[in-house]
């Protein structure tokens, strides 16, 4: 059986990622705290989500993601490169990270879809 876990997770990220979401708690700035379900998912979602739109450096990955723990942000962004779901380079001293095709059809799996039927309501 699979705990819930207290965690930050990104405003925009919660709002698309709901099922895994028992209950929402305070808001901090661009996050809001919440009790989740399937927290290793939801780990990687996270970080697939922050490079959708653009590449971005270790830093401002690490800060967008919100996994407060750098431990656990570096084994779930090596999980992330080992399966190919983001690619790493090199530009200048900083390492840029994007999202590969593999990784957008892992993303893509778990975005939620607004039925026709929800659009009439």
Known sequence: MMRARLTYVPLEVADHFEDFIIK???????????????FSTLSLLKLLYQVRGEPLTFSNLYSKS????KRSFLNYLHL???YNFIEKNAVG?????????????????????TSDKDKEV
Not at 24 to 38: C, I, M, S, W, Y
Request: aromatic fraction near 4%.
């Open 24 to 38: 929402r708690d305070e808001q901090v700035l661009d996050a809001v705290r919440a009790k989740t379900r399937d």
């Open 66 to 69: 919100k996994i407060r723990m």
């Open 80 to 82: 992330c490169v080992n």
């Open 93 to 113: 001293p900083n390492m840029i990270y994007s999202i590969t095709d593999k990784g957008m059809t892992m993303l893509n799996l778990f975005m939620r879809k």
